[in-house]
């Protein structure tokens, strides 16, 4: 009887043994199928993140390209920006260097050195009057004022200015408020 009894003790072991094994099959058997189906997701999702990365590829390309574009136009802008400066600038001097022997030119023409005053005993002041004819070379006409204005007297007109211009300008001042007025 021992006999027997261990052999049904090593039978009811083996069962043991086999219903644990069958339960570790079934539950690997239910992981590979997880796994086979989570297998399929991922390739899918890689398939999906593949096409994506060749989207983005070829989106940074076409930035590239059209960056390049506006980049050489810009940079086109920039030269001819550039060059427009150097030319303003030299304008800008060239016209300051006009103005400068302008200036000269003015101070120099329209006032007699003091030397030369009480050297040769001339008058500060030009006696002659420049004629109608005699303008400068920058002269702006206003119709409003030399059609229409009376001649300024000569005692209307205060000492201090000497320049045919000056007596002008102060003859249009002085007959603009009367047209004011008028109108």
């Not at 297998?39 to 960056?67: V, Y």
């Not at 810009?74 to 800008?92: G, P, R, T």
């Not at 400068?100 to 500060?124: D, F, M």
């Amino acid at each position: 009887m021992t006999g027997q009894v261990l052999s049904i003790m090593l039978d009811i072991a083996v069962l043991v043994a086999l219903g644990f094994t069958i339960f570790f099959c079934f539950k690997l058997s239910r992981s590979m199928a997880s796994f086979r189906q989570h297998r399929q997701d991922m390739g899918k999702l890689i398939d999906r993140l593949s096409k994506n990365i060749d989207e983005a590829l070829r989106a940074i390309d076409g930035l590239k390209a059209a960056g390049d574009r506006s980049g050489r136009e810009l940079q086109k802008i920039i030269n001819d920006s550039k060059m427009m400066a150097e030319e303003l600038q030299i304008i800008n001097e060239s016209a300051n260097n006009i103005a400068t022997r302008l200036e000269k030119l003015a101070e120099n023409g329209s006032v007699i050195p003091q030397e030369a005053v009480q050297a040769k005993n001339i008058p500060a002041t030009p006696s002659r009057k420049p004629a109608v004819t005699d303008r400068p070379a920058f002269f702006i006409h206003d119709r409003d004022y030399t059609d229409e204005a009376p001649a300024a007297d000569e005692d209307d007109i205060p000492e201090h200015l000497q320049s045919q211009a000056e007596k002008e300008l102060f003859a249009a001042l002085r007959k603009k408020p009367s047209s004011r007025g008028a109108a």
